[in-house]
């Protein structure tokens, strides 16, 4: 009953300084930012010895080396983090911006005009490099945040959050702005994501298993960062040469992220002329090819993918291949199998390429290009908060602009409805 | 079993068919949405004649006579359904417009292109006209839809969706474009809400018990159109003779609406001024005042507000009176009590005006003129599907671009991620 009624302060809290945030000029903002980056820097040893005992609890516990070393916050993190905050400082401001406007013939003035979107719940596992890159993002768009990390992180997370917050009272900026939801009780996701009252979006970032349970209880809107399960279809229009850079670089240049390609799609017509060669270069960089049937009967000795295949995102050096017998086959085995991220097309042949992007139900569609791209610095559009897989309000990489919404200002003189 | 493997079935048959239009012409859809217009017109009697059954069974059932009224499909309502949707055919395709394009250092061309949503859900209660407005609005935006409407009108929905479905036949439009669950079996709606692997969107239009069960068991990403609680707010700068024009103008000109004020608040300093001739109009207009104690100070007689009545959409001839000592209140009990749709200031008073503008947390701000402006036609949007009143994707007025999102197209001639 009590961790009901905190959360419910922490929440409302938060929704009454969003709306001091609201009205902040940029000029404040900024310098609590850039405050923000120099506190962070000024105080890595502290930061750095709350992690060690998360890294030391995480032990204990017999956490996997791969945890490990998300968890862990070296000088080079720290330094990426201390750089994201005062990377914020040179974006553009979306707040307060006009999208468009217009006059009724009554004489209405209509003003759309971009707003912050209000309290963001962000609840995210064990990188606590996460923690100073959300409240960068929010506090630049004008938002309030509430975070919630991972147990397993929250002597770091816990460090960080007051070093900023500190910052936050120098600068005189509600201590609701920013907020951390530290207790271990485990019921505090499920009550937060009930308090759509207080709270207007929510943003899970981790694996499936968050995902869906945010999914399942939240009342609250959700933007899924999910899984991408990216592909590349190399069609029989395609220049060969570019098809194999273009899948080598898409799985190898950096395999765990999310838009890393995880199964490449190949016409039958080209197949026995790629895959030989294409196959042999994954097996160089150390790539484990899995194939259905007719990759096997082309390539001999390579594991064989099973259904599962085709639905996993790897996150490693593995691929799943498969020979399609027309672009129809790629479109159609993309949107079943795929999560409506990143997906490619390489080809010379016009109509493909349209019929391609058009009817591939993801986010970023590609003509002749890696996957790899799908990113925010990538697009120009700045430090990203994640990339969207849903369809509704942000679609693949969501940026200062993506956190914010819009409301309708109208401006009369005693205009009345007849 | 089998009412979750049929709806199932139908949402993916939505989805299939959704892909395929998002590619139709334009052309092909207003030929279809006339041929739509026309076919009801055609087949009036038919219509009229299944919704004389829902409307005996009603009686029978004993509904109110307001409901009654709801649930009929005159002439007059069947020629606005006509309309509505030949209406449609002149509104410009939102589908297919390019928002934004650049081009990166690399050489990357990226499109940022308007797309519809896929398949929207709409779950409505008894009003039969709906149906066809919500066929014709998604129809356009390249939307399919899946039509779960009240029992008591199912009658009238079957004859309206199997004219509409010949339609869609003889125009070669597959069937899963437009899809009606008319089981009244009350699993459906939980079952469907589930189904987000199919469904893109759910919009519930009705009541609050609707709504809520809706939010608290969906899966899928839900857009509100909740109650309407606006207000007017006289500040002590108003032109007073203007806003009695405008309290009147929201409050009386049509009251059942989701726009109208159910919540007048005055500024105390010029309460005395404006209220007793203010009332005395509304008085005379039959409108039931409900008073703040200074308000009863200021005009003998009136009924005393109680908290419910500020957290009370009237839909009536009915308005809750409250006088407030500054803006900043106003802001506050608006914020508070109101529904975050539309709600409106008059003043000559700039700085008054900018504050109430900012920091109102609603999706249709005013300064000097009527809340019954919030509506997709006096916005110049055209045909709108709701107003919503959440944040993310669409706030205010839902007209056919909110029933579309984007994706990033990215034209590449090789590029690899170094």
């Given at each position: 009953m009590n961790?009901?009624?905190?959360l419910?302060?922490i ?5 009454i ?8 000029s ?10 923000m980056?120099?506190?962070?820097l ?5 930061i750095k010895?709350a ?5 030391s ?5 017999g ?11 070296n000088?080079k993190r720290?330094k990426e983090?201390?750089?994201?905050l005062?990377?914020l400082?040179k974006l ?7 999208i ?6 009554n004489g209405?003035?209509?003003h759309?005009v971009?707003?912050?979107?209000g309290?963001?719940?962000i609840?995210y596992?064990?990188?606590p490099?996460?923690?100073?890159e959300?409240i960068?993002?929010c506090?630049?768009?004008?938002n309030?945040?509430i ?8 002597q ?10 500190a910052?936050l009272k120098?600068n005189?900026i509600p201590e609701g702005?920013v907020?951390m939801?530290?207790?271990?009780d485990r019921?505090a ?9 207080y ?6 970032r981790?694996?499936e298993?968050l995902?869906k ?7 609250i809107?959700v933007?899924k960062?999910?899984k ?5 279809f190399v069609?029989?229009?395609a220049?060969?040469?570019?098809a194999?850079k273009?899948?080598?670089?898409a799985?190898?240049?950096?395999p765990?992220v999310?838009?890393a390609?995880?199964s490449?799609l190949?016409?039958q017509?080209?197949a026995k002329?790629f895959l ?8 160089k960089a150390g790539v484990?090819i899995r194939g259905?049937?007719k990759?096997?009967k082309i ?13 996993t ?11 399609v ?9 993309i949107?079943n ?5 990143s997906?490619?097309?390489v080809?010379k042949?016009?109509?493909n390429a349209e019929?391609?992007l058009?009817?591939v139900?993801?986010?970023?569609v590609?003509l002749n290009?890696s ?6 610095y990538?697009f120009g559009l700045g430090a990203?908060?994640?990339?969207s897989t849903?369809?509704l309000?942000a679609?693949?990489?969501?940026a200062?602009?993506?956190l914010?919404?819009?409301k309708y ?5 005693g205009?009345?409805?007849?």
């Amino acid at each position: 009953m009590n961790l009901e009624k905190n959360l419910r302060q922490i929440a409302k809290g938060a929704q009454i300084a969003s709306r001091l945030l609201s009205g902040l000029s940029t000029a404040v903002k900024n310098k609590t930012l850039k405050d923000m980056s120099r506190a962070l820097l000024a105080h890595k040893e502290t930061i750095k010895k709350a992690n060690q005992k998360d890294l030391s609890s995480a032990r204990k516990l017999g956490f996997s080396q791969a945890f490990i070393d998300r968890l862990t916050l070296n000088d080079k993190r720290i330094k990426e983090m201390v750089d994201s905050l005062s990377g914020l400082v040179k974006l553009a401001d979306p707040v307060g911006e006009t999208i468009k406007k217009w006059t009724r013939p009554n004489g209405l003035e209509i003003h759309k005009v971009r707003v912050p979107i209000g309290v963001a719940l962000i609840i995210y596992e064990s990188r606590p490099n996460v923690t100073a890159e959300c409240i960068g993002l929010c506090f630049k768009s004008g938002n309030s945040v509430i975070l919630r990390g991972g147990k397993e992180a929250v002597q770091t997370n816990l460090a960080i959050y007051k070093i900023l917050q500190a910052v936050l009272k120098r600068n005189r900026i509600p201590e609701g702005a920013v907020n951390m939801v530290a207790t271990t009780d485990r019921r505090a996701i499920n009550i937060l994501l009930k308090l759509d009252k207080y709270i207007d979006l929510v943003m899970p970032r981790g694996g499936e298993g968050l995902i869906k349970k945010v999914v399942s209880l939240s009342r609250i809107p959700v933007i899924k960062h999910y899984k991408g399960i990216c592909h590349v279809f190399v069609d029989k229009y395609a220049d060969l040469a570019m098809a194999e850079k273009i899948c080598f670089n898409a799985k190898v240049q950096r395999p765990g992220v999310c838009n890393a390609m995880e199964s490449m799609l190949v016409h039958q017509d080209i197949a026995k002329k790629f895959l030989p060669a294409m196959i042999e270069i994954f097996k160089k960089a150390g790539v484990e090819i899995r194939g259905c049937t007719k990759t096997a009967k082309i390539v001999k000795g390579i594991k064989a993918a099973s259904e599962k295949d085709y639905h996993t995102e790897y996150l490693d050096l593995i691929s799943s291949v498969k020979v399609v017998d027309s672009v129809k086959a790629a479109i159609e085995h993309i949107n079943n199998y795929g999560t409506h991220h990143s997906d490619a097309i390489v080809t010379k042949n016009k109509l493909n390429a349209e019929k391609f992007l058009r009817e591939v139900d993801s986010a970023c569609v590609y003509l002749n290009a890696s996957t790899r791209f799908t990113d925010g610095y990538q697009f120009g559009l700045g430090a990203e908060i994640g990339i969207s897989t849903d369809k509704l309000h942000a679609r693949g990489p969501m940026a200062l602009e993506e956190l914010t919404t819009y409301k309708y200002v109208v401006f009369g003189d005693g205009q009345i409805r007849s």
